[in-house]
């Protein structure tokens, strides 16, 4: 019976792999790039889809300090989208800023397959996963990415996958982002097994992420049965004392909306805080003595504003969590309408060529805000915007444009412009200039 149940096994997933081909167009990965894929196995426990990993490197950086996971939800669409995980200018300008590594998943998984062969990390992934790290950092020159600390943001699937993580290997993680989902940690018949919550997770950062459409204010949509697990994984870590949030966008369903506006400055401070210096130390504790604290009311749009810990006086096991002052008051304005203010403008565009007509530049996104379009003058005078249009089905408008899994769409837009009206034989001056997604533009 057991010889018979291996081999259905191996015929199941030799069937998946070849129902689901190496993903058509990967985008290139030349450095500072570097991708390693692996074939779906066909042994009990080990991955069954095949899986890439596309990494981004800081430019110029000699020893990394830790690795960003940006890590897909569920479903061929948004595994396809995971493919450019890694190409986000927002979110490399977070790695860069911490010396990390920025990844990009992207598991094959085919039309209506089972998610949680991937998305629970018991079943496989948490040992890919591993296994690229090595990899990829022999490819990379960058051995120290085996053994570096890791900070986590994960959609839908990818939330139960990222929380998964932290529970399996809480002494690895700086902080975890969750959005529309978590892994379980109470049994229901029919799902899988629940994690234990160990003392060592309450110490790992976690801000639980979602739509008010997916069961707050919105009972019966599609996707209104998130909060229930959401609230469920929420209060039994927080029943622990877990340093655990819960952000609730007013506006959206499933889709990522403007969490990164959030998301970004959340990890941002939790990166701060506890990364080690020098690389090959643990990690530092929270130092919750600046910590901020707010009661649950999701749902409110007029919630109480949070308090300093110390002032606090509700219910300490259903209260939010946040990292510190700056971040509380972000997490107000972001419950609220989602506009997380800033005004810091971007980093200056660079290294602008002209070749006859045609210009191109290079440019870091605003770490804050992201990067909205690029303003031409030629002579002194407005020329053009590139894009014309910036476009964003789920929120503020980006230069990359975005997916419903938070990554930007293909093809990647370039950093280019033909100017098509120049004077032949007459030499011009030209000047760009980035715009972020609040409208600032830099020098």
Sequence with gaps: MIRYSILLFALLTASLSAQ???YENPLPADPPYYRVRYEASTKPGELVYPVSYTLWIPPGVPTLRGLIV????????????????????????????????????SYEQPDKADCQMWCDPRKGSDAAFQKSLSDLGDVSGHPELATVPWALWGHSGGGHWA????????????????????????????????????????????????????????????????????????????????????????FSSHDCGNQRYLAIPWLDACLTARLPDPQGDELKPMPVADSWLAPLEVGNPKSSAPLAAADFKGDLGTSVWLPDKTI????????????????????????LTVNENELTWEAEADLESGLASFEIERDGKFLA?????????????????????????????????????????????????????????SE
């Excluded at 200018?89 to 590594?101: D, M, P, T, V």
């Excluded at 899988?192 to 950062?205: C, E, F, L, N, Q």
């Excluded at 769409?409 to 715009?435: C, F, N, S, W």
Aim: proline residues 10%; glycine residues 12%.
């Design 70 to 105: 940006h890590q897909h939800g569920c479903g061929e669409g948004s595994c396809k989208s995971g493919q450019t995980g890694a190409y986000d200018l927002h979110w490399q300008a977070l790695a860069k800023k911490h010396g990390c590594a920025l990844m990009g998943p």
């Design 20 to 22: 689901n081909p190496p």
């Design 163 to 250: 929380g998964g993580m932290v529970l399996l290997h809480p002494e690895r993680i700086a902080a975890a982002w969750l959005r529309s989902g978590v892994p379980p940690v109470a049994a229901v018949e029919g799902k899988p097994a629940p994690y234990p919550i160990s003392d060592a997770a309450t110490g790992v950062p976690v801000m639980c992420n979602l739509g008010t459409k997916e069961g707050v204010t919105d009972k019966e949509g599609r996707f209104a049965g998130v909060w229930g697990g959401v609230e469920t994984f929420f209060k039994a870590m927080r029943a622990k004392n877990s340093l655990i949030g819960i952000a609730v966008d007013p």
């Design 328 to 351: 509380a008051g972000a997490w107000q304005q972001y419950i609220t309408d989602t506009a997380v203010t800033d005004t810091t403008p971007p980093p200056a565009p660079a290294n």
């Design 385 to 441: 915007k590139v894009p014309e249009e910036a476009k964003n089905p789920f929120g503020r408008p980006l230069f990359q444009n975005l997916s419903y899994s938070d990554t930007p769409t293909q093809p990647l837009v370039e950093m280019r412009y033909t100017d098509t009206t120049a004077e032949a034989g007459k030499t011009h001056a030209y000047k760009i200039i980035a715009v972020n997604t609040v409208g600032l533009k």
